[in-house]
T-cell receptor, first 115, second 113 residues
Framework: ETGVTQTPRHLVMGMTNKKSLKCEQH?????MYWYKQSAKKPLELMFV???????ENNSVPSRFSPECPNSSHLFLHLHTLQPEDSALYLC??????????????FGPGTRLLVL | AQTVTQSQPEMSVQEAETVTLSCTYD???????LFWYKQPPSRQMILVIR??????QNATENRFSVNFQKAAKSFSLKISDSQLGDAAMYFC??????????FGQGTELSVKP
């Protein structure tokens, strides 16, 4: 499935930098998600948006700030990150949020390294 | 809270052979969905197969099939006629009625030529 794109694919940033991750889906979906994938750990759900409204924030530190300007785009704004925030950040989308039958389609991820 | 456990961090299979990846989950819900995702070195998470808990019939997608044992809360993935391109991390995932997807720790599958 290539309907979800993420940029940049790789990002190196210092702890004082501000950067943004971008996700775009071309599938006509209404729900979008941010996940964090750290080494040796299961994927962690960070944020969920449905029809541009945030519906879930899984106790994510405020140095991560999501933005969903429309149903096709999702951003993750980063500022004053810590080295332990280094991970693969995956974006996903699904046709709808409600109900379990909706399959999530993932983007290729952004590999983030915080120095 | 629901949990998903993959007890095999690594598995290996000979090309053209069959391999089974294990997954167990814990839930008090009666209606839910289960997924297997594949993550190759490119890191793109790709859906392999999906199972609805209310269906007794095991899902099948070409060389991929599942053994869904609802009472035992077990959801294993069988890959037949393994190919080199099957080498990847495989994640089992549970989706509750609220739409939240919960992943296991993953199993890294290597395929030997």
């Amino acid at each position: 499935e290539t309907g979800v794109t993420q940029t940049p694919r790789h990002l190196v940033m210092g702890m004082t930098n501000k950067k943004s991750l971008k996700c775009e889906q071309h599938l006509g979906h209404n729900a979008m998600y941010w996940y964090k994938q750290s080494a040796k750990k299961p994927l962690e759900l960070m944020f969920v948006y449905s029809l541009e409204e945030r519906v879930e924030n899984n106790s994510v530190p405020s140095r991560f700030s999501p933005e969903c300007p429309n149903s096709s785009h999702l951003f993750l704004h980063l500022h004053t990150l810590q080295p332990e925030d280094s991970a693969l950040y995956l974006c996903a989308s699904s046709r709808a949020l409600a109900g379990g039958r909706e399959t999530q389609y993932f983007g290729p991820g952004t590999r983030l390294l915080v120095l | 809270a629901q949990t998903v456990t993959q007890s095999q961090p690594e598995m290996s299979v000979q090309e053209a052979e069959t391999v089974t990846l294990s997954c167990t989950y814990d839930t008090s819900e009666s209606d839910y969905y289960l997924f297997w995702y594949k993550q190759p070195p490119s890191r793109q998470m790709i859906l392999v197969i999906r199972q609805e808990a209310y269906k007794q019939q095991n899902a099948t997608e070409n060389r991929f099939s599942v053994n869904f044992q609802k009472a035992a809360k077990s959801f294993s993935l069988k890959i037949s006629d393994s190919q080199l391109g099957d080498a990847a991390m495989y994640f089992c995932a549970y989706k509750n009625q609220g739409g939240k997807l919960i992943f296991g720790q993953g199993t890294e599958l290597s395929v030997k030529p």
